[in-house]
């Protein structure tokens, strides 16, 4: 099931009996690549959108009875799916109609799926909708993303929700609401092609840790804020903004200037021990949005986000080296050679266990 990060616009319909409303979900996959953020895919990518229910307010338990899922309002261009309903209670009453004139109210629907249970009581064939704010998924679909770069929408708008009050005892009561909104998918030219460290790896050194970012085309030095370095926290919560604190700067590495270096000061800025995302959310017109996560663990020559006494042996067998580059993990010290020092200090961090990433963060 995926990251509940994108709901959609509530419209409330005609209320009887309970003052309650159900809100619909389009909920898209992360991308396939790594260091696209949420709802940024590369084109002709292959996106399942997960489709939730949930009551706005809480209220008591309902009985789901027919759903009609219209996407008359989604953008042309996106290649979309057949629908596939998820709860076993479906299976035992549901039709699926894609007649363009089959939506309700009168709406010329592009697509109209619907499950209908109001057929007369049949326990097998209802959903409950939970009172308690929780929701429900009601089924996915795949959707390929347009060749060329821009922004669109998958709009559900006009989308019917039906159900009885199981808390009244009376499986004949409907009561219809409107509910739906749209949501954005973006069809990006991915600029970021490499890092180093790469994805979910460890910086491994106690201050002056360097991250190296390789995109697909010439970039230029971004400015004050425009990428961002911001600790990873619990449910998808982030911490400020650190990036004042690094020195930006381009590199040629021989395919011309597409090489940002970030670098930490001396004084340490990032938390040893701490999960951190650099990532560009649009301010930086040199290159789409990307991000990518890093966890601080000083010592980890062996890149298992560990610091135990085989990282040890690892950067011994290094001892002496001289001019080594931004990406030689046995220096630990970070002055461009291995020496005994480096193993000195890793030493004062044995033994120091990586921990899991944030919870919140699967696609962001």
Same mark, same amino acid.
């Given at each position: 099931?995926?990251?509940?990060?994108?709901?959609?616009?509530?419209?409330?319909?005609?209320?009887?009996?309970?003052?309650?409303?159900?809100?619909?979900?389009?909920?898209?996959?992360?991308?396939?690549?790594?260091?696209?953020?949420?709802?940024?895919?590369?084109?002709?990518?292959?996106?399942?959108?997960?489709?939730?229910?949930?009551?706005?307010?809480?209220?008591?338990?309902?009985?789901?009875?027919? @759903?009609?899922?219209?996407?008359?309002?989604?953008?042309?261009?996106?290649?979309?799916?057949?629908?596939?309903?998820?709860?076993?209670?479906?299976?035992?009453?549901?039709?699926?109609?894609?007649?363009?004139?089959?939506?309700?109210?009168?709406?010329?629907?592009?697509?109209?799926?619907?499950?209908?249970?109001?057929?007369?009581?049949?326990?097998?064939?209802?959903?409950?909708?939970?009172?308690?704010?929780?929701?429900?998924? @009601?089924?996915?679909?795949?959707?390929?993303?347009?060749?060329?770069?821009?922004?669109?929408?998958?709009?559900?708008?006009?989308?019917? @929700?039906?159900?009885?009050? &199981?808390?009244?005892?009376?499986?004949?009561?409907?009561?219809?609401?409107?509910?739906?909104?749209?949501?954005?998918?973006?069809?990006?030219?991915?600029?970021?092609?490499?890092?180093?460290?790469?994805?979910?790896?460890?910086?491994?050194?106690?201050?002056?840790?360097?991250?190296?970012?390789e995109f697909g085309s010439d970039i230029t030095v971004p400015g004050?804020? &425009?990428?961002?370095?911001?600790?990873?926290?619990?449910?998808?919560?982030?911490?400020?903004?650190?990036?004042?604190?690094?020195?930006?700067?381009?590199?040629?590495?021989?395919?011309g200037p597409r090489v940002l270096k970030i670098k930490e000061?001396?004084?340490?800025?990032?938390?040893?021990?701490?999960?951190?995302?650099?990532?560009?959310?649009?301010?930086?017109?040199?290159?789409?949005?990307?991000?990518?996560?890093?966890?601080?663990?000083?010592?980890?020559?062996?890149?298992?986000?560990?610091?135990?006494?085989?990282?040890?042996?690892?950067?011994?067998?290094?001892?002496?080296?001289?001019?080594?580059?931004?990406?030689?993990?046995?220096?630990?010290?970070?002055?461009?050679?291995?020496?005994?020092?480096?193993?000195?200090?890793?030493?004062?961090?044995?033994?120091?266990?990586?921990?899991?990433?944030?919870?919140?963060? &699967?696609? &962001?």
């Amino acid at each position: 099931m995926f990251s509940r990060v994108l709901a959609l616009t509530l419209v409330l319909g005609m209320a009887s009996v309970a003052q309650a409303g159900a809100v619909l979900e389009a909920v898209p996959s992360p991308s396939s690549n790594p260091y696209n953020p949420c709802g940024y895919y590369d084109a002709g990518e292959v996106v399942t959108v997960e489709f939730f229910l949930n009551q706005v307010p809480p209220d008591v338990d309902q009985e789901l009875r027919m @759903i009609h899922i219209v996407l008359d309002g989604t953008d042309a261009a996106l290649g979309l799916g057949s629908f596939a309903w998820g709860p076993t209670e479906f299976a035992a009453a549901h039709y699926i109609d894609a007649d363009p004139g089959a939506g309700p109210a009168g709406v010329a629907a592009v697509y109209t799926y619907e499950v209908d249970t109001d057929l007369g009581p049949n326990p097998a064939a209802q959903l409950t909708l939970p009172g308690n704010g929780s929701a429900v998924s @009601i089924g996915t679909m795949d959707v390929t993303m347009p060749v060329a770069v821009g922004d669109y929408a998958l709009d559900t708008t006009g989308s019917e @929700i039906s159900f009885g009050f &199981e808390a009244l005892g009376d499986p004949t009561a409907v009561t219809y609401w409107a509910t739906g909104g749209a949501t954005m998918l973006h069809v990006v030219d991915q600029t970021m092609v490499a890092a180093a460290p790469d994805m979910d790896k460890s910086l491994w050194r106690p201050n002056t840790n360097v991250m190296l970012l390789e995109f697909g085309s010439d970039i230029t030095v971004p400015g004050a804020g &425009e990428v961002e370095v911001v600790q990873l926290l619990a449910n998808g919560g982030f911490g400020a903004d650190l990036s004042a604190s690094f020195t930006f700067t381009v590199e040629d590495q021989g395919a011309g200037p597409r090489v940002l270096k970030i670098k930490e000061p001396a004084t340490a800025v990032l938390t040893n021990g701490a999960w951190y995302s650099v990532r560009n959310t649009g301010a930086w017109a040199s290159a789409e949005p990307f991000k990518i996560h890093y966890f601080v663990q000083a010592g980890d020559a062996s890149n298992d986000r560990n610091t135990l006494f085989n990282d040890l042996s690892f950067i011994n067998a290094s001892v002496p080296s001289f001019g080594v580059g931004d990406a030689a993990r046995e220096d630990i010290s970070g002055d461009g050679n291995i020496l005994f020092n480096d193993l000195s200090v890793a030493n004062g961090f044995v033994p120091t266990f990586g921990t899991p990433k944030p919870t919140g963060h &699967e696609c &962001e």
